[in-house]
């Protein structure tokens, strides 16, 4: 047990001697070595947030590297206020919020031409569907600070430090966005 709490340890350590490599390339103004570690070190947890956000794993895709360029663009301001981390989720939380905004907005509008989503034949799919669709359509009913307060915090991992920088809000205020949300969620699918 003790050789396992080390290596949780040893792993949280070389996380943070990462990001504070990633800091200082930074601070020297070293922009393709620091985005060439960014990708390196964030980019799968990145993607994780943008699926969860999109549902999709080409948009998710495409959503990391646009959160990698908007940083690297963004790099000459950034301040160290809060991790790299959270910084680049907080990047990744604006896009894919813009990103699905402009999405439902198209869908409403080709639902009005016509609706052809097809029907799975397999009852155990369509049952696996309908509870992700529920589960879609409870997050959508959120208000947008409180989506993207529970994603960050639940899908992506982050603490609620980091959600808190990431929203650019203190960190009570993200545990209150966390705790209605899910208060919400629970209510609207019927959980206890």
């Known amino acids: 047990m003790a050789a396992g709490l080390a290596l949780v340890g040893s792993e949280g350590d ?16 070293d922009f393709r070595e620091a985005l060439s570690r960014c ?12 699926m969860a956000f999109t549902g999709s794993q080409a948009e998710s ?6 959160t990698l360029l908007a ?22 939380r604006r896009l894919c919020g813009r990103h699905t905004e402009l999405r439902a907005r198209r869908e409403a509008r080709l639902r009005l031409v016509h609706d052809t989503r097809p029907r799975p034949d397999a009852s155990e799919l369509a049952a696996e569907r309908e509870r992700a669709e529920r589960a879609r359509a409870a997050l959508s009913r959120l208000k947008p600070s409180e989506r993207e307060a529970v ?14 920088i990431a929203c650019g809000i203190d960190e009570a205020a993200a545990r209150k966005r966390v705790s209605r949300a899910l208060s919400r969620l629970r209510a ?4 206890e």
């Open 151 to 164: 994603v960050l915090r639940f899908e992506a991992g982050l603490s609620f430090k980091e959600v808190a």
């Open 71 to 92: 940083a690297f663009d963004a790099f000459p301001q950034y301040r160290a206020e809060g991790s790299v981390r959270a910084w680049l989720f907080g990047i990744a």
């Open 61 to 66: 895709e495409e959503l990391v590297q646009e």
């Open 14 to 29: 070389a996380r943070a001697d990462e990001a504070r490599a990633i800091e200082g390339l930074i601070g020297t103004g």
């Open 39 to 50: 990708a390196k070190a964030y980019a799968m947890p990145l993607g994780r947030l943008c």
């Open 188 to 191: 609207d699918l019927g959980e």
